[in-house]
Each structure stands twice: as structure tokens, then as C-alpha cells.
């Protein structure tokens, strides 16, 4: 798994598994939050269910979970807004950040600082997304089952493409499809490691190991950032390089 999954990976090895829990906890509280604007209620609310489900998966405690859906019933909450930035990175490489802020001016200072610091550029909307697909992703670990019998489940779910290796496996689909799908898949195999709607890059960037070091550095303070929820990019960097720098 390249880019976006791969770097998730990366970020794994490195940190405080405190420290990255908590950052997890307030990245799921705030999807939860801005999911349940719509509706409180998970069976009429798609987005809501899939921030509810990702919320189990992460073991967050269920009081915390009913205390955002009770301030979102009572209409009190934060207020937050959804910005997506795009931009380049080393080597070439294409980055599209999904951010939720509760100061736009903030986030635009501090995501243009992140680039600009690391030999990236920040660019205009749709300077990027033309090179990635949006997707719905179902991600299983490796121990979940064999390649093939996930490959024949994932089929029978009605999904675009099946993606196995060492690091597990990557199911996506249409986001139209995507709760059906993960829905399918979660009564054969449980519930997923992750899932939800992201970018997937149509073709991949190899970047050098000099490349790779300035853009993971750019990676990492993105991802240190609060209100970044989400970071995709479209490289790809060998086993090699990566054993090097983390």
C-alpha cells in the first residue's frame, strides 16, 4: 500500500501511543460533531454511522461518544467548518489535506507555513484532486483472512478493487456504494481496522531518499496539526528508503 496507507503505517512506528490516541480521540469527536449536524440519528445519517463505527474501532469510550451526539441533539456543539487544501510537495508529489477548524485564517496560516518550510507549495482548489479518485476504503489487517477468500467477499460486495499485501488488505469502492460495501464485508469479517470515504491517487509518484525525507518531515507536521483530520498524497517510496528514515 502506497501513499495515503503507507504513511499511515510510518506514522504507526513513530510517537507516543498516548499522545497519538488523544490526537485520534479529537480527530473522531470533531467528524462526530460535524457529522451529526444533519441528524442525531445514525440509521438516517450515513456519515454519522460511519464516524460512529470508527469511533468503536478506536475503543474511544462510549460516554465520550454519547456526550457529542447529546450536545449535537440540543443544538449546542462547536462550530466547525470543513476546508480542503491542496498543494505539492518534494519531488512532485501531490498532497490534499482535509482539515476541520473553528478559525479558517488559522489553519490556512499554519497549513501554508507546513509547506512552505518543507519545500512544498500550496495551490488553489482542484490544483491536485484531478490526479486522485474519491473513494470509499475498507481496510483489514492481514490476519483478517486469506487474500482470496477476502477477494471473493469483497466481489460478491460489489467493490472496484481489491488491493492485498504483507500490510493487509485495501478494499475500495464507489462512495455511493461504500456503507453497502463495508456493511457486507463487516458480516463476513468483522469489523474493519479503518474505513471511511478518501482520496486515492490514479498514479504514484517515486520520490529519492533525500525527497522522501523532506516530505515525510512535511507529512509529520501536518499530521501534528490539530485540525487536520485527513492527509493523502500520491508518492511512492521503497521498503529501502523507508527503513532508512523511520
Given at each position: ?46 456519515r454519522l454511522r460511519t464516524a460512529l463505527l470508527a469511533a468503536r474501532a478506536a475503543n474511544m469510550p462510549k460516554d465520550n461518544i454519547e456526550r457529542v ?47 512552505n518550510r518543507y519545500g512544498g507549495a500550496l495551490g488553489e482548489t482542484g490544483s491536485v484532486s484531478f490526479m486522485f479518485d474519491r473513494v470509499g476504503q ?109
Open positions: 500500500m502506497a501513499g495515503h496507507s503507507k504513511f499511515k503505517n510510518i506514522m504507526h512506528r513513530k510517537g507516543a501511543q498516548d499522545k497519538k490516541r488523544a490526537k485520534i480521540f479529537g480527530r473522531l469527536i470533531k467528524e462526530l460533531t460535524v457529522a451529526a449536524r444533519s441528524s442525531a440519528d445514525p440509521d438516517s445519517n450515513p451526539l447529546k450536545r449535537a441533539e440540543g443544538g449546542e456543539g462547536e462550530s466547525y467548518d470543513e476546508i480542503r487544501y491542496e498543494g505539492y510537495g518534494p519531488g512532485g508529489t501531490a498532497l490534499i489535506v482535509d482539515s476541520v477548524t473553528d478559525n479558517r485564517n488559522r489553519t490556512a496560516s499554519e497549513v501554508r507555513a507546513a509547506f475498507v481496510i483489514y489487517s492481514v490476519d483478517a483472512a486469506d487474500a482470496d477468500i477476502i477477494f471473493e467477499a469483497a466481489l460478491e460486495a460489489g467493490v472496484d478493487n481489491v488491493d492485498s499485501d504483507d500490510n493487509g488488505h485495501e478494499i475500495t469502492c464507489s462512495p455511493e456504494d461504500f456503507n453497502a460495501v463495508r456493511e457486507a464485508l463487516e458480516t463476513v469479517f468483522g469489523a474493519p481496522e479503518e474505513s471511511g470515504l478518501t482520496w486515492k491517487p490514479r498514479n504514484l509518484i517515486t520520490v529519492d531518499e533525500a525527497q522522501a525525507s523532506t516530505l515525510l518531515k512535511l507529512l509529520d507536521a501536518l499530521d501534528d496539526n490539530e485540525d487536520v483530520q485527513n492527509v493523502v498524497s500520491n508518492f511512492d517510496i521503497s521498503d529501502d528508503v523507508i527503513a532508512k528514515l523511520t
